[in-house]
């Protein structure tokens, strides 16, 4: 395997470590509305993957399967002529797109009266480190993609 085979498997199993990570979280610079947060159950203040939407869990996921593909049948000089580096491209491309959407798109989780109430309130809805962490395994397995596409 290639040291650029190896980024892709790296960058899948690190979108893999990002799904057990908190994906949205609520947050207040007042004291006394941190202390109301503390209060709160867990899973009202801190979304995981799998509530924070489909723009967190599915790019995870095709980083993942990519990642794997990559390591997998890499070694195939059949595959890799018939379009392997290209395929990795497109997937890199298209989950850090979604990742990218999920960023901007991150108050839809919460419905428009929700949202209203928690900017009233002065709390404020912020990223977790497994949507950043995610982030990061896109850019890494598309870069290395950009890399293999280059080196072939």
Do not use: C, H, Y
């Not at 709160?40 to 990519?66: E, H, I, M, S, Y």
């Not at 797109?97 to 901007?104: K, R």
């Amino acid at each position: 395997m290639t040291w650029r085979e190896w980024l892709g498997l790296a960058a899948g199993l690190l979108a893999l470590g990002s799904l057990f990570l908190p994906w949205t979280v609520l947050g207040a610079a007042n004291p006394d509305l941190i202390a109301a947060l503390a209060e709160l159950p867990q899973d009202d203040v801190v979304r995981d993957v799998w509530k924070a939407g489909f723009f967190a869990w599915f790019p995870a996921l095709v980083l993942l399967l990519t990642g794997f593909a990559v390591a997998l049948t890499g070694q195939i000089r059949a595959v890799r002529v018939a379009g392997l580096p290209q395929l990795w491209l497109v997937a890199a491309s298209v989950a850090l797109a979604l990742l990218l959407i999920g960023w901007f798109t991150l108050g839809w989780q919460f419905g428009t009266e929700q949202r209203a109430l928690l900017e009233e309130a002065g709390i404020a809805i912020g990223t977790g480190s497994g949507r950043v962490l995610a982030t990061v395994a896109a850019a890494t397995s598309l870069l290395a993609a950009v890399l293999d596409v280059r080196a072939r």
